[in-house]
């Protein structure tokens, strides 16, 4: 199972930091990908943190504003989002690929 929170209303020009916590397996094994989508629009992956600690990937649309991060202790992982913009507003999920297991998402509004 996977959960996310976090969400909120936000400014632009604000921050908030999304969770997501993982139960029934380890997620440090498993590749888990930050996704996000906006009403009537198609999902958008913006990050993708690596099985046992090999790397983090960026879409260009979020890198150098989010930073992804894994707390292996306690089986959660994190969306540090900074900078948002209005056209950040989406509901974001974590997914794990493997098995097509994804939590019930957080909403992020950014507006003024």
């Known amino acids: 199972q996977l959960v996310e929170s976090g969400g909120g209303m936000v400014q632009p020009g604000g921050s908030l930091r999304l969770s997501c916590v993982a139960s029934?397996?380890?997620?440090?094994?498993?590749?888990i990908t930050w996704v996000r989508q906006a009403p009537g629009k198609a999902p958008e992956w913006i990050s993708i943190i690596k099985s046992g600690g090999s790397g983090i990937i960026y879409a260009d649309s979020v890198k150098g504003r989010f930073t992804s991060s894994r707390d292996n202790a306690k089986n959660t992982l994190y969306l540090q989002m900074n900078t948002l913009k209005p056209e950040d507003t989406a509901r974001y999920y974590c997914w794990r690929a493997r098995g097509g297991l994804r939590g019930q998402g957080t909403q992020v509004t950014v507006s003024s």
């Open positions: 029934g397996f380890a997620s440090s094994s498993f590749d």
